[in-house]
């Protein structure tokens, strides 16, 4: 997904950026949840709205199937699975990840499951 198709260019969604990694996961549709802290700017983000994820200059549109409120990253993914958040690393390694990203002062905000789904690219 390099290039912004037409029909999906003109979607007013929130940009937000991914490591390669990551964003290889959501193109092939394995990562179904995305994992943010609550930041005043994300206390919005609800079901319908739209994350047009970005990885250098390659995008995907995703579409927000639902947003679930925790209090920590192991409530997060005892709840919602860690197959979905990362289906190529065990939990104990996707704790450590998510903690060298987010310190300790970002996870007391409150963390954010993001269930997403990939919008298919219109072109023929």
Do not use: W
Request: aromatic content about 6%.
């Amino acid at each position: 997904m390099t290039a912004r198709p037409e029909a999906t260019a003109n979607v007013r969604a929130r940009e937000m950026n991914l490591y390669r990694r990551y964003f290889d996961l959501v193109v092939d549709g394995t990562k179904t949840i995305e994992v943010r802290v609550q930041y005043p700017n994300l206390r919005t983000l609800k079901a319908g709205d739209h994350i047009r994820f970005v990885c250098g200059r390659d995008d995907a549109l995703t579409h927000v199937k639902r947003v679930t409120r925790y209090t920590s990253f192991e409530e997060m993914l005892d709840s919602e699975g860690p197959e979905k958040v990362n289906p190529t690393s065990p939990r104990d390694q996707q704790i450590a990840d998510i903690r060298r990203i987010y310190g300790p002062e970002k996870e007391a905000l409150g963390v954010l499951a993001i269930e997403i789904e990939l919008v298919a690219d219109p072109t023929p």
